[in-house]
């Protein structure tokens, strides 16, 4: 029915409007049997009426929304992922998320307060003046971290550990001569100088030499380029890549350049997209525990909302998928 009021409900409910507003929006502290409650939300649903979310937002001063501040990161497909999972949990408590890509000059707190949100998440840590003035604004904060333990009170997701887990594998394989494909997005770099510190780390505690690092766009000439650098002098027998589209890349510059994987070379990527157990051969790649990752903002988020303790942290975060390609 279009056009429906909460004085429609109160009419067919037999209470007065006060009444419908203090059940349908959970007001607490209000004596109300739950016969009557019962009676008001099947009215309301059986008229199609629910609470506007402008009137939502005039009585709690904001309204149900979890701003979600993006850095200017591409969006693939593991942020298309961990976004997808964290408005799905989201969703199942009333809750909407609103994605921000921090891309233009619009300062933070310019944002949250045109919108007013329940809780602001970001994927990186905020600046401390931005967490101080949303806290005392009554807006939930919560964060992640690229680093073990340089971010107190924040989500960790340690870069560092995926590049020690790719040599670790390779070497394992009796590799010991390992070349790096980089991304050419500078815009990644946040993310591949940490990844890239994580194997040099490892390289150095092995014994290995110091990895031999070439840049790698999404093109085979590109791929075949870097393969022909690492293919000079002592030859790189093992390829950790920046991820598994970077990867895939590296697979076809190897097959361009006439060399079998991983007779000749092998290779290993980082997230475990859908195409990399398609790949030929199918590549060996380093998992993360996205939807673990969107978990855990979420029902902190949630259970902040509920003045509860938040939840433990996931210990699986990464693990080594190992396929053909090593």
Do not use: K
């Not at 929006?25 to 402008?54: H, K």
């Not at 693939?76 to 999972?85: F, N, S």
């Not at 093992?238 to 589209?245: K, S």
């Not at 790649?285 to 509920?306: C, F, G, H, N, R």
């Amino acid at each position: 029915m279009p056009g429906v009021t909460s004085a429609d409900v109160a009419r067919e409910s037999g209470v007065s409007r006060t009444t419908v507003s203090y059940v349908l929006n959970g007001t607490e502290n209000v004596r109300i049997s739950a016969a009557t409650a019962a009676r008001v939300r099947e009215t309301a649903r059986r008229l199609g009426y629910a609470p506007s979310a402008a009137a939502r937002t005039l009585r709690r001063g904001r309204n149900d929304l979890v701003l979600c501040v993006l850095p200017n990161w591409p969006v693939g497909p593991v942020i298309d992922e961990l976004l997808d999972h964290l408005a799905t949990v989201l969703a199942e408590r009333g809750l909407s998320i609103l994605v921000h890509h921090n891309r233009g000059p619009q300062p933070l707190a310019e944002l949250w307060r045109q919108v007013t949100p329940r809780a602001v998440v970001g994927l990186t840590p905020f600046a401390p003046e931005d967490v101080r003035a949303m806290r005392d604004a009554g807006i939930l904060v919560v964060g992640s971290a690229l680093d073990e333990d340089s971010h107190p009170g924040v989500f960790a997701v340690p870069q560092q550990q995926i590049g020690r887990l790719q040599v670790a594998h390779l070497a394992e394989r009796g590799h010991r001569v390992i070349g790096y494909a980089a991304p050419t997005d500078a815009r990644l770099a946040v993310f591949a100088d940490r990844r890239l510190a994580g194997v040099r780390l490892e390289c150095a505690e092995r014994g290995l030499p110091e990895p031999r690092v070439e840049p790698v766009d999404l093109e085979v000439p590109s791929a075949a380029a870097a393969v022909r650098a690492w293919r000079a002098a002592e030859p790189v027998t093992a390829v950790a890549a920046y991820n598994d589209e970077v990867a895939l890349a590296v697979l076809a510059g190897l097959r361009a350049a006439g060399l079998t994987v991983p007779d000749d070379v092998a290779v290993i990527g980082v997230d475990d997209i859908p195409t990399a157990r398609l790949a030929a051969p199918a590549l060996s790649t380093v998992w993360q525990a996205i939807d673990e990752q969107a978990d855990y903002l979420a029902t902190t988020v949630l259970a902040s909302l509920d003045g509860a303790e938040p939840p433990g942290r996931p210990d699986d975060l990464f693990h080594v998928v190992a396929r053909d390609s090593t």
